[in-house]
């Protein structure tokens, strides 16, 4: 039996779109949590495998990959059914403009209201706070119209870019649901009265086989 391990962050939206892929994929595997408070993805051991000390590390046999892109590209090479990454050229065009999308315009400003809030820093940084949101709306905005004529975001299937983006949005509505966001009206809690469309989308992903193996053990 081929080893599998991940090393993993809970809560971490680029670990998380990696177990998602894990249980998409219908692998075991082990799951070896890290505690950041402790700054263990730090320690010499962890280093011993990725010397940079940041997670998602997969282990799968004898492989070793680091980066959540890169998992999931190995991941879906190496292990092609269900695909990940399109069929066809123009949905793997989609499928990582997407990613990218999120990478270059959503991930920065979801930190930038996410981080603040869940130190308790609501009050303190709320310009910043409200100006990022400002952003996310826009970047939900886009998002929602994509999901007005096809259930996932790059189309008919489930895909990459769906794991990729749903831990961060995730990550944006559990701090926006805290009460030290509510007087800042950022508009986004709850996500159904905004986006109802990607409110659908979201319940979509949570009736997945395995989602519930992959939801951070944190936030149970």
Not at 28 to 45: F, I
Not at 58 to 74: H, K, P, R, S
Not at 138 to 162: F, I, M, N, Q, V
Not at 207 to 217: E, K, R, S, V
Request: charged share 20%.
């Amino acid at each position: 039996m081929t080893r599998r391990e991940l090393y993993f962050i809970s809560g971490s939206p680029p670990c998380w779109a990696v177990m998602l892929a894990l249980e998409v994929k219908a692998f075991a595997y082990t799951r070896r949590r890290l505690d950041n408070a402790k700054g263990e993805q730090k320690s010499p051991e962890f280093r011993n495998l990725n010397p940079r000390g940041h997670v998602p590390v997969l282990i799968d046999g004898d492989v070793m990959i680091c980066e959540t892109l890169a998992i999931l590209a190995y991941l879906d090479a190496k292990y092609p059914s269900p695909p990940l990454f399109g069929e066809t050229p123009m949905q793997t065009g989609r499928i990582w403009q997407m990613i990218c999308e999120c990478d270059g315009h959503l991930r920065a400003p979801v930190g930038d209201v996410s981080r603040p809030l869940f130190r308790g820093k609501g009050q303190e940084l709320a310009t910043q706070i409200i100006a990022a949101a400002t952003t996310v709306r826009s970047e939900l905005t886009l998002l929602e119209t994509r999901l007005t004529s096809h259930p996932w975001l790059a189309g008919a299937t489930l895909c990459a870019a769906d794991l990729v983006i749903y831990p961060v949005l995730m990550q944006l509505c559990r701090a926006a649901a805290l009460e030290d966001a509510t007087p800042l009206n950022l508009d986004i809690h709850p996500l159904g009265d905004y986006f109802p469309n990607l409110d659908q989308w979201s319940e979509r992903i949570e009736t997945l086989p395995g989602f519930d193996n992959a939801y951070p053990p944190h936030w149970k």
